[in-house]
């Protein structure tokens, strides 16, 4: 489906972090890797949300990467929040408005990769 065999396909997956929006984006990277042998996906994830990705990372070991980014501070929200389920659905205005600043991080991850993706995977509440 994606690249062929001289050309691998490496697409950036960063899903909004509540587990009901996580997990259905973390299956469909798992069925795209499995589909697509020259396909190569990384996860942007915040340090407290890798538990979720265990399973799919130990599943495709060469094939999924992380890119783990600090969570930006929002004054709404309690140090060490990171994730909906931490704080509840009150919290989503300020998490949403939280993950906006991680921009320059993930540019210059963009600029400095060997093989920069060339789609990028996310969720309505990060558009």
């Known amino acids: 489906m994606f690249g062929s065999a001289r050309s691998p396909v490496h697409i950036l997956v960063f899903p909004y972090l ?4 996580m997990l259905p984006l973390l299956d469909l990277a798992h069925q795209l890797v499995l589909a ?4 190569t996906l990384t996860l ?6 890798p538990p979720f990705l265990n399973h ?3 599943a495709h070991p ?3 990467k992380t890119l783990i980014l600090e969570f930006p501070h929002h004054p709404s929200l309690p140090p060490g929040i990171e994730n909906v389920k931490d704080i509840g659905n009150h919290g989503n205005v300020a998490i949403i408005n939280a993950l906006a600043k991680p921009h320059n991080p993930i540019l210059h991850w963009f600029n400095s ?4 993706p060339v789609a990028i995977i996310s969720d309505f509440f990060l558009g």
Request: proline share 12%; charged share 10%.
């Open 18 to 21: 509540a587990q009901g929006h």
């Open 36 to 39: 697509n042998p020259n396909l």
């Open 44 to 49: 942007v994830v915040t340090p407290k949300n």
């Open 56 to 58: 799919l990372l130990s």
């Open 62 to 64: 060469s094939r999924i």
């Open 113 to 116: 990769h060997a093989s920069p």
